[in-house]
Each structure stands twice: as structure tokens, then as C-alpha cells.
């Protein structure tokens, strides 16, 4: 008997039997808590919004910071706009503008940490317009092209194409 | 004296709650031997009292810099005093910190972490939950991807903390992250690790899943006791060796993905900008670094020429330190230093160097091998490779300038 179950707990082990902590994860609270957007638009609830809209609601909610027209505030507040073409010379901007490589990492952003101080505040469609108003101040989507779930994961971004794998050790020292 | 004696036992009793009527019995006593007893001319010469918590000496100053990074409270940086340390290990209250939104004020009676994506079964684990998983106790470093940036610019910090104190050495407690996912039942499509904290800001980095089931720890003990709050309380992800932002603190949610989620603090900050204007992204290990922490900048050789005991710290995210140089004379000769055992992997090892000051200026630095053979570079070899803009990941040589009058300065 006492053979059979070191057996037994040897298969279990083997197998990766569940050992029973943690108990099964409720699907609603699992819709609510899981906020994050991936760049082909999975995660992106319904909602819809323009630069036009957006426009007001970040006068409204976030220009203390970023300024009237998204060209920052001191180094602690960075510009949303602005440097493209800078990120091969010596001073480089990086902006969302200029660097970030997916339009739904803006909205995922701007959803789960904004405003700073009241992060998660704004509804779907006011996330949707205040990305579109960050985009439209960029050049990249004209004022009146509305973002929803699925025009948001089309915008191509200036720098899409900007990033490389790591590629350490690149240094070779010499003694 | 007896009666001296019974007056400290009373308050005791009374403190312990010794039941009523012994205590009332112990008092009539008491009065009765102390009506005939005088109080001590003497100051009593025994020490201060017990504390709950401890505390330290009351001379002992040394500080983290809090630099906060906007108006609103708690988003910033603290650095740690490293040249005021001794060992390896740093004391919690002097870890490192660096937040994106404060330090959130969570409970663990109800905080949860959420397991759930690609796997058979999407869990909640309690607190008690995590605690029930087999534990492991390791040593480990944990550095900021932003640690010496102005280094490589060209703008040294005056001294150690503020050079290199975005680094602390914990012993951290907590259950194998490949435990509790197994508990879920990874899917073989499930390739990243998305991991979220309960901070205002909910911080989330992609981990490759590999990282995952190789030694990433749940943390929740710290240096023996709980997480500080401040160091992601009560429950963080620690990837030993990688970049401190990945080790997300406040740690509620793990979403097993088939790619990763290109997240503000993985794509905006924590790129390496390179000189072609391309940005290395997913750069996780943090490269072998050492320094010298003694003299280092601000501290003085009071005792003029002679012997002195040059120490440091070296580490690296790959593995063990192998060996460490020490020069004295501007890089021309090295000396190889002692490491003091234990040598432990991904955690900081102290050095020691034996040095005859001549009392003449002199420039010293460090330099250190790890156990894949990585040597650690100079700033010119650095900045050659990645240019001036990479920000992160920086960890070449440190030389510090040893004045004739033994006060010691950055270069």
C-alpha cells in the first residue's frame, strides 16, 4: 500500500496535477480586471471617439500637465508631441509621436494610468479620443478619423519599425 | 536593592498581567519593603529600555536620496547609500525604490493575484494561498535599467549613491512562479507572461515565458520579514539578474499570452535608443558591473600615505562574479582583488584590495568578469558599441580621482 502510494505521487508530480490552491477565477471579475490591449486590437472594448472630441476632454483632464498643446511641461512631463526624424541624432526626442511603435499601446496607457491622478476615470469612448487627439497633434491620423476597436489597431505608427531584438553582448571589451 | 527588585517586578506583573489578587498581594509587599528601603544615590548604570521594533543607533544617519519626479507625491526615485554599507546585503530600509505613481496602500488579508489567458485554468491566489506553495530563500540583487545614465553622457555624479544607488542586495522568500503556474496549466501557445501591479498606474511588463518557469520568485519576505510597502507589498515578481522595472511590485495579475503586450514601459522607456537610431527592445539581463565603494567620491583618506583596504561590490544578471581587478594607477596595471565567499549568483560580491597609498594623486577603478566570461567594459567601449542616447543598461567602468590632500572625487 505504502509502495503503491509513492507511486501514485510520483505519477501526480509527474503530470502536474493540480494540487488545489487557488480557487477558479470568477469570468466577470476576470472581464473587469483584465485591461490590457495588445497591438492587433485584442483586449479594445467597444467606444468611439475623434481628435475633435478629444480635443476637449484633454483641455479639460489633461493639459495641467502636458500643456495646452501637448508639448510637455518641464523634463518630469514629457512632451506627446513632436521629434520626429531626432532619434538618430544627437539630441533625440522621444515622443509617442516619435517613437512609440503601436497605437494601441497609447490607448492602453492613457486607459490604465491617466490622469495621473485619477487614472482609469475616463469612459471607452473618451480613451478613444484623447488618443486621437494625441495622434492628430502628431500628424499621424487627420481630426476627423473616428478610433473605435477597429480602426485603432490599423494606425501605423512613425517609428513601427524602430525597434530591434536585443543583440547583447554587443561589446567586446579588451583587456 | 530587594526593594528596588520588588518595585521592577510589580511593573512588570502589571505589564504581563499577572491576575488580580497576586498582583494586589505582590503591592501590599512591596509597599511594606519599601517603606523601609531609600531610593539609590547613583544614576542607575543599566541601559536603555526593549523595543518592539528595533531601531538603530541614534548617530547612524545615512539616508536614501528621495528624489520625487512630479508634483503629485510618489513617483521618483530613492537611491541607495552603498558607500556607507557594509557586506552585501542592504538593510530594507534603505532598498532602492523607484515608483510610476506612488505606493499604493494594499492589504493582504484581501489583496489576490490573478492567474488567468492561456492557461487550463485561471486562478485566484490569496495571501494564505501563496504562502501554502513550497518557499525558497535567495539572495539577489535588484538594479534599475536607469542606473548610471548620466555616466554615460558625460555628467559623473559626485559620489557612490548618486552614481550607482539604484542597486540593493535582498534576501528575498517567496514560491517558484513555475509552481503556481503549473497550478494554472500552461498552454503550449502560451509564449509571455504579461504582469501587472495593483499601483495606481498598473504597471505592466512582458516577460518571455521561459523566464517564467526558469527561477522567477512570488516574493513576499524580505530580509526575514514582510515586503516593505515600498518594495511591492505584499507581493512582488522577482526575475533575478533582470532590470528592476520587470520585477513588478504589488504583483495582482500574471496574463499568459501568445505575444507579448508592447506596453508603454516596455516600448516608450526601457528601449535602448542606439546611435543608428534603432532601439534594442526586450533587453532584460542587467550586464556584469562593478565599483569601487571605498574611497569613492565625497570620503577623505584622513590617515595620510600608507596601507589602506580598497573595497567594492560587482555583480552581474547572468550568473557569478568570476574575478575582479582592481588599478590604482589609471588602468595602466591591475591587481586581481579578493572576493569573499559566498559568491552568489545574480547577488552582489564584496571585494577587497590591499593598497599602499603613496600619498600621490591617483586614479582607481574596478573591473570584473563574470562566469560566462563577460568582461566588464570601459566607458569609451560602451558608448563605441551603443553611442550616447541608450539610457539604460549602462554598467562600464567607474574611476574615481584620489587627491593628494586624500580627499576623493568623480571623474
Known amino acids: ?175 | 536593592m530587594k526593594c528596588l527588585r520588588g518595585t521592577s517586578w510589580l511593573k512588570q506583573s502589571r505589564i504581563y498581567g499577572v491576575n488580580q489578587s497576586r498582583r494586589s498581594l505582590i503591592a501590599i509587599g512591596a509597599g511594606l519593603l519599601g517603606a523601609s528601603c531609600e531610593k539609590p544615590k547613583a544614576p542607575s548604570e543599566t541601559g536603555g529600555t526593549m523595543r518592539a521594533y528595533g531601531e538603530r543607533a541614534p548617530a547612524e544617519k545615512i539616508v536614501r536620496t528621495v528624489r520625487e519626479a512630479t508634483a503629485s507625491a510618489g513617483s521618483g526615485s530613492s537611491r541607495t547609500p552603498l558607500q556607507d554599507l557594509y557586506g552585501t546585503i542592504t538593510p530594507s530600509s534603505l532598498h532602492f525604490e523607484r515608483h510610476h505613481s506612488g505606493v499604493p496602500a494594499l492589504d493582504s488579508s484581501t489583496h489576490e493575484v490573478t492567474v488567468h489567458g492561456l492557461v487550463e485554468r485561471p486562478l485566484v491566489f490569496s495571501m494564505e494561498a501563496l504562502r501554502r506553495f513550497p518557499s525558497v530563500s535567495r539572495t539577489h540583487f535588484l538594479e534599475c535599467a536607469g542606473n548610471g545614465a548620466g555616466e554615460q553622457q558625460g555628467n559623473p555624479a559626485p559620489d557612490l549613491q548618486r552614481s550607482h544607488g539604484l542597486l540593493s542586495c535582498t534576501e528575498w522568500t517567496g514560491v517558484p512562479l513555475k509552481l503556481v503556474l503549473a497550478e494554472a496549466g500552461l498552454k503550449p501557445e502560451a509564449k509571455w507572461m504579461i504582469a501587472e501591479g495593483a499601483d495606481a498606474a498598473r504597471m505592466a511588463r512582458s516577460i518571455p515565458i521561459a523566464k517564467a518557469l526558469d527561477d522567477a520568485l512570488l516574493a513576499y519576505g524580505q530580509n526575514g520579514e514582510a515586503l516593505r510597502p515600498e518594495q511591492g507589498y505584499p507581493v512582488r515578481l522577482l526575475l533575478p539578474g533582470w532590470e528592476g522595472n520587470v520585477n513588478v511590485k504589488w504583483l495582482h495579475r500574471l496574463l499568459l499570452a501568445a505575444e507579448p503586450a508592447w506596453s508603454a514601459k516596455e516600448t516608450g522607456s526601457y528601449t535602448d535608443l542606439m546611435a543608428d537610431g534603432k532601439s534594442q527592445i526586450f533587453t532584460f539581463e542587467m550586464e556584469a558591473r562593478s565599483v569601487i565603494t571605498f574611497p569613492s567620491g565625497g570620503q577623505k583618506m584622513g590617515g595620510g600615505a600608507g596601507a589602506y583596504e580598497v573595497s567594492g561590490l560587482a555583480w552581474s544578471g547572468r550568473g557569478k562574479i568570476e574575478s575582479v581587478e582592481v588599478s590604482t594607477d589609471g588602468g595602466r596595471t591591475w591587481a586581481k582583488a579578493e572576493l569573499q565567499a559566498p559568491v552568489l549568483s545574480k547577488s552582489l560580491t564584496r571585494f577587497r584590495h590591499a593598497w599602499q597609498w603613496d600619498g600621490k594623486e591617483a586614479w582607481i577603478q574596478s573591473r570584473c568578469v563574470d562566469e560566462t566570461g563577460y568582461l566588464q567594459p570601459t566607458r569609451e567601449e560602451l558608448v563605441g558599441a551603443r553611442g550616447l542616447n541608450s539610457v539604460y543598461h549602462y554598467h562600464a567602468i567607474k574611476a574615481w580621482r584620489v587627491a593628494a590632500d586624500g580627499s576623493v572625487n568623480h571623474v
Not at chain 1, 491622478?117 to 471607452?124: A, F, G, K, V
Request: aromatic share 8%; net charge positive; with cysteine.
Open chain 1, 1 to 175: 500500500m505504502f509502495r503503491f502510494a509513492i507511486i501514485f505521487a510520483a505519477v501526480l508530480c509527474a503530470q502536474d496535477k493540480p494540487s488545489g490552491i487557488g480557487k477558479p477565477a470568477n469570468a466577470e471579475k476576470l472581464r473587469a480586471l483584465d485591461i490590457t490591449v495588445f497591438p492587433d486590437g485584442k483586449g479594445l472594448p467597444a467606444g468611439r471617439g475623434t481628435a475633435v472630441a478629444g480635443k476637449l476632454v484633454y483641455k479639460e483632464k489633461c493639459a495641467v500637465c502636458h500643456g495646452d498643446h501637448g508639448e510637455g511641461r518641464e523634463k518630469q512631463y514629457g512632451a506627446l508631441k513632436g521629434g520626429m526624424g531626432s532619434l538618430a541624432t544627437a539630441k533625440p526626442m522621444k515622443t509617442v509621436g516619435s517613437y512609440w511603435p503601436y497605437a494601441t499601446t497609447v490607448w492602453d496607457y492613457i486607459h490604465r494610468a491617466m490622469p495621473y491622478e485619477h487614472p482609469r476615470s475616463l469612459s471607452s469612448d473618451e480613451v478613444y479620443a484623447v488618443t486621437a487627439f494625441v495622434l492628430n497633434i502628431n500628424g499621424i491620423i487627420p481630426e476627423t478619423l473616428e478610433l473605435n476597436e477597429r480602426t485603432l489597431p490599423k494606425v501605423e505608427m512613425p517609428n513601427r519599425n524602430g525597434f530591434v531584438p536585443d543583440a547583447r553582448p554587443d561589446i567586446r571589451s579588451k583587456r
